[in-house]
């Protein structure tokens, strides 16, 4: 029923708008009060056109005024749901709300909202589903401890053994879909550490997914959710989590 | 001859271990909560393997009879898995109890929005 309204509404809207198409920047948000103004007006100066929102997954801090004070439009949730439930409330938003192209943009500074035209342009050609900006492609300015290089490179050899494509980073945030994947997103989204789990859902429903090489910065303000342990653990979850999602490929 | 204590616990390990993973592939069991579940099917399918494992732990533990390890194993087990759930239905209960707050406080917003229209 929502979604004949949500056709309805398309169809008005497309009729009346023209041919341009709607981009919604998801920006999750979690205690980032320092960074978040920063981050919602870069966006606003290179995708004028975007519509911004942050999704406040239960901070703290000030993080939801400080966004609104941006002029971002916020969703503040009423409690802490995790990068995973926090970015499926954005897709079923850009659903409900019919976007053509919905990007993820991090709350702490890390992803350089200059790269966003260059992210979203194989979408507006229809010649990915799903664009990953990466920081491995090419040689970038952007540091990583050898734990997180070695977890990284883990991954990169789990995915292609499970999915044969080679995707140099599995774990960036730093996404842009189309209406098909939102839709997706909105129904199947992985609640514990998404990034890498979704790549081989992706791949089972023939998406298409590229990977662009951008610069990341080093983050400035706020801690890492990450802690080592909670790493091996990360690393044992989603690579039992990869496996069974294969079993099913397998037996389809 | 066959049929004793250790080949039925490998036996159900492997079928416990299946039966997880197709709950685990059809969405009705998550994955942070079947880990657990994997991890006991392959310390039991372990132990079971052979008899020099059990008869040491029982050995120091002095239970008269080893195969009753498999047994303290599991109960153990079960007892302290029981405790964890009961920890993450405490947390759920609270989210419900906070969801339903929230929705009371949204209709309350949205009734008296419309009350405010009808003027």
Redesign the interface.
């Known amino acids: 029923m929502l979604l004949f309204v949500c056709y309805i509404v398309c169809y008005m809207y497309m009729k009346v708008g023209g041919v341009f198409l709607n981009i919604l920047v998801l920006i999750p948000a979690y205690n980032e009060e320092k960074s978040v103004a920063s981050v919602i007006s870069q966006v606003r100066h290179y995708v004028p056109g975007a519509d911004i929102l942050v999704i406040n997954d239960g901070s703290t801090d000030a993080t939801s005024e400080k966004a609104v004070g941006a002029g971002a439009m916020v969703v503040n949730l009423?409690?802490n749901l995790g990068i995973g439930g926090a970015m499926q409330t954005g897709y079923l938003y850009a659903k409900y709300h019919c976007y053509d192209i919905a990007i993820q943009v991090d709350a702490d500074n890390q992803h350089d909202p200059s790269y966003i035209h260059k992210l979203i342009q194989p979408i507006i050609d229809n010649s990915a589903d799903m664009v990953i900006g990466s920081r491995y492609i090419k040689e970038t300015v952007y540091k990583s401890s050898a734990a997180r290089r070695t977890g990284m490179v883990f991954f990169t050899i789990l995915i292609k053994l499970l999915t044969d494509k080679w995707i140099k980073d599995t774990t960036s945030g730093y996404r842009a879909v189309n209406k098909n994947i939102i839709s997706f997103f909105a129904l199947n989204y992985p609640?514990?550490y998404p990034e890498v789990d979704v790549l081989v859902k992706l791949y089972r429903k023939k998406f298409r997914i590229m990977e662009l090489p951008v610069e990341m910065k080093a983050r400035k303000t706020g801690r890492s959710s990450i802690t080592p342990i909670r790493s091996v653990y990360y690393m044992?979850?989603v690579t039992?989590?990869l496996v069974?999602e294969t079993?099913?490929t397998i037996e389809e | 001859m066959f049929f004793n204590v250790y080949s039925v616990s490998i036996t159900f390990s492997i079928i416990f271990l299946v039966a997880v993973i197709e709950l685990v592939r059809k969405n009705k069991l998550q994955e942070r909560y079947s880990l657990l579940w994997i991890l006991m099917s392959i310390v039991l399918l372990i132990l079971s393997s052979t008899p020099i494992i059990i008869n040491t732990l029982a050995d120091w533990l002095e239970i008269k009879n080893p195969p009753s390890f498999l047994f303290l194993f599991g109960l153990v087990y079960l007892l302290i898995y029981n405790l964890h759930l009961t920890t993450v239905v405490s947390r759920q209960s609270e989210k419900i109890t906070r969801l339903a707050q929230e929705i009371a406080l949204l209709k309350q917003k949205v009734e008296s929005e419309k009350e405010n229209e009808g003027y």
Do not use: A, C, E, M
């Open positions: 009423p409690y609640v514990d044992i979850k039992l989590s069974i079993i099913k």
